[in-house]
């Protein structure tokens, strides 16, 4: 059977740490397996709890207006994950806990993807794939290697952009033209 297709599967099975008592279901991931893209976000929300897909509210709608526009991207031309899989009550951060919890699992899922290119968007998807905790406005557009063999840009997860405005989704556009200039090198 395709890995993602079992990985999904032992995901739902999952009892790593505590969210496995909260959620509905975990949120696994979702797109083509050959994408050359794969984004990944923090966890799922209640939307994401309630649908099993990543990304399907507000934040969501943002995050695939900005993929199509600078990237000529649709969102099934792309794979959509999060950091951790499974939603935090109330919509609260991960923690450092859940995060390492469910590391192994990213891992394995990039592996099997195998992109060219990782976004990371916000703080959560930048420390759990690239170990780095410099402040949101330092690392993002940065260009990062990954042991995987991908490169990773971070940016700003749209949710900050929902609150931030403009000035916030300025600078996505700007990342997405990183990743832009990534995808069309990167062989
Ligand atoms: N925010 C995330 O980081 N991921 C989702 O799937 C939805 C909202």
């Known amino acids: 059977m395709n890995n993602l297709i079992l990985q999904a599967q032992e995901a739902q099975a999952c009892r790593a740490c505590d969210l496995a008592k909260s959620r509905r279901q975990a949120v696994f991931g979702s797109g083509p397996s050959d994408a050359r893209l794969m984004v990944i976000g923090e966890a799922p929300g209640r939307h994401e709890d309630e649908g099993g897909a990543p990304f399907i509210g507000r934040s969501g ?4 207006r900005l993929l199509e526009e600078e990237l000529g991207l649709g969102r099934d031309d792309v794979y959509i994950a999060n950091a951790v899989k499974c939603r935090p009550p109330e919509n609260r951060t991960p923690t450092k806990q859940e995060i390492v919890a469910c590391g192994p ?3 394995a899922q990039i592996a099997a993807l195998g992109p060219r290119v ?3 968007v916000g703080a959560t998807a ?4 690239i170990g780095d905790a410099s ?3 330092e690392a993002h557009g940065q260009i990062f290697e990954t042991r995987c063999g991908a490169k990773a840009v971070v940016t700003y997860h749209p949710a900050a952009a929902l609150r931030g405005g403009s000035r916030i989704v300025d600078l996505m556009r700007q990342d997405l033209h990183v990743v832009r200039a990534l ?3 990167a062989s």
Do not use: D, E, I, N
């Not at 709608?61 to 695939?64: G, K, S, T």
């Open 105 to 107: 699992r990213l891992a």
């Open 135 to 137: 402040p949101m406005r």
């Open 118 to 120: 990782l976004l990371c």
């Open 183 to 185: 995808l069309s090198t």
């Open 126 to 129: 930048q420390r759990a794939v």
């Open 61 to 64: 709608q943002v995050l695939v």
